[in-house]
């Protein structure tokens, strides 16, 4: 069978970031259980993130041990130094049992035998099997008609997205109605300037925004996923794209755009939108958090809040996202594994209801309870964290929950409890938005000589995609837009355009 119509209509990446849980009693996972008598022990790898401490034998790492009857020796490795070490391990074929990869090295690694092939085992995963059919993009992980890695599926998330932030407090002081269009804010920046002269009323951290930006006034920048015609499609050589340079032009040249938009660092970013130098941004939605809390210091009643997304020339809106899941990220299984069938047993189960309880919320009876079906953090566990400097990490860094642990089927629900109520709601906002847009998770799957390729076209356009802050700041004239798009096309954007779709096709 064709691997696209087998495997893409069941593949899906969840990962849940919360305090998982299970149900069991809290002495099978004291020393001298039964779980432990015979466990299969293993050496697992993934990367630290300086938000949430990798901690070792966590509550959750002791239920899975007897649920499971695995005992994971975990090895967290800091996340500055993750990718070299991942690296060394890769080229030495010298992987632990379980080790954190991005879905590209799983591409690069996958025939070489270092990894197991999960796609062998698929029928003792009936919990895997159906995240699967729950996140076709799953499909493209596999290659050559086999999956080597298992990705991070999300069963809840709070959700976020480039998205337009402005502040509420100065539309209301100015009497200015929320933007609907980019016409619109056009108009609302030019009056946001016009009261504040000394401020930019837009500011971007460098080019970050542009692809979300771009995709929002019905163009696209870079590499961009057509949805509507299921492909892939080369941004900046195409007609609507000069629009965008058009109206960025415009911004800068009156002064509504930071005239540093190009090469802020995110800390100088924060730093503008902070302290009231800069009042709209198009990012992710949840920095404002921070900024809220850092201008209500002194003016409490400031306030960045989400708009919908605009309308662009065509009376179209299309917001940007970000994936379902995190299927980037994923983790290989060795296949000099002693025991593969304990190991694959313990992810599907990982993948399943009560693993996916267990890894996000924590152990039954001591973090979580079922109310009504659902589960739900106990309030004394509430209670004992949320006064920490960072509630959310704090708990699940102790108990071994979420994202940054070791779910793969993430639900952000507990998160919900000890987090800013503007977040949760914005990620309610973001999800019902008419112009909301899932952007794709992953690239498809290129051949070694597809990747090749990829890189000689892009040595050869990447110095002309330069050319783009040159028309925005005016030192390269936008009549001069039609000749540098044939140049992209000439040094092969078309060609690149042909292989992502070819590597797509693959897939169906």
Request: charged content about 25%.
């Amino acid at each position: 069978m064709k691997r696209g119509k087998v495997w893409t209509a069941g593949l899906a990446l969840c990962l849940v970031a919360g305090l998982g849980a299970c149900s069991g009693e809290s002495s099978s996972r004291q020393g001298g259980s039964g779980a432990q008598e015979g466990a299969v022990e293993i050496r697992w790898t993934r990367g630290e993130n300086p938000a949430q401490a990798i901690k070792e034998n966590t509550p959750v790492i002791q239920e899975i041990l007897a649920k499971t009857n695995v005992k994971i020796d975990l090895e967290p490795v800091p996340g500055s130094n993750y990718g070299d070490k991942k690296r060394v391990l890769l080229a030495s074929n010298n992987i632990p049992d379980v080790i954190g990869i991005e879905a590209g090295d799983a591409a690069e690694f996958g025939d070489t035998g270092m990894f197991l092939a999960i796609s062998d085992y698929l029928d003792q995963m009936p919990n895997f099997q159906k995240v699967m059919e729950e996140h076709p993009e799953i499909g493209k992980l596999f290659v050559d008609g086999k999956l080597y890695s298992l990705p991070i599926t999300e069963q809840f998330k709070i959700q976020g997205g480039k998205a337009p932030m402005i502040r509420a407090d100065i539309l209301e002081e100015l009497q200015l109605e929320v933007p609907a269009s980019f016409d619109d804010l056009y108009t609302v920046l030019k009056r946001m300037k016009e009261a504040y002269p000394d401020s930019y009323p837009f500011t971007t951290r460098g080019m970050s925004f542009m692809d979300a930006f771009s995709l929002g006034m019905g163009s696209g920048y870079g590499m961009t996923y057509d949805d509507a015609n299921d492909r892939y499609f080369y941004g900046q050589n195409k007609p609507e794209f000069k629009e965008v340079l058009t109206y960025l032009n415009r911004l800068y040249s009156e002064q509504l755009l930071d005239p540093d938009f190009a090469v802020n660092t995110k800390q100088n970013w924060d730093e503008k939108l902070s302290t009231g130098r800069s009042f709209f941004y198009y990012d992710n939605n949840s920095f404002a958090v921070n900024y809220n809390a850092t201008l209500q210091q002194n003016a409490p009643d400031a306030k960045f809040d989400r708009i919908p997304y605009l309308t662009n020339a065509a009376g179209e809106a299309k917001g940007w996202l970000y994936p379902k899941g995190w299927l980037v990220d994923n983790y290989a299984i060795s296949s000099k594994t002693k025991n593969p069938e304990a190991v694959i047993a313990m992810f599907d189960w990982m993948y399943g209801e009560e693993g996916t309880r267990v890894t996000n919320y924590g152990v039954e009876g001591e973090t979580f309870e079922i109310q009504n079906g659902e589960a739900e953090m106990l309030p004394e566990t509430i209670e004992k964290y949320k006064s920490s400097s960072d509630p959310a990490r704090v708990m699940m860094s102790e108990l071994g929950t979420g994202l940054l642990a070791l779910a793969v089927h993430v639900d952000e629900s507990p998160i919900k409890q000890l987090s800013d109520p503007d977040l949760v709601r914005w990620g309610e906002e973001l999800t019902a938005d008419e112009g909301a847009y899932y952007v794709p998770g992953l690239n498809p799957a290129f051949t070694a000589e597809e990747t090749d390729k990829l890189k000689q076209y892009t040595t050869k356009t990447s110095p002309l995609e330069e050319d783009v802050v040159k028309f925005i700041i005016g030192t390269k004239p936008l009549e001069d837009f039609d000749q540098w798009a044939g140049q992209l096309t000439d040094a092969g954007a078309g060609e690149i355009e042909k292989i992502y779709n070819d590597a797509l096709n693959r897939t169906k």
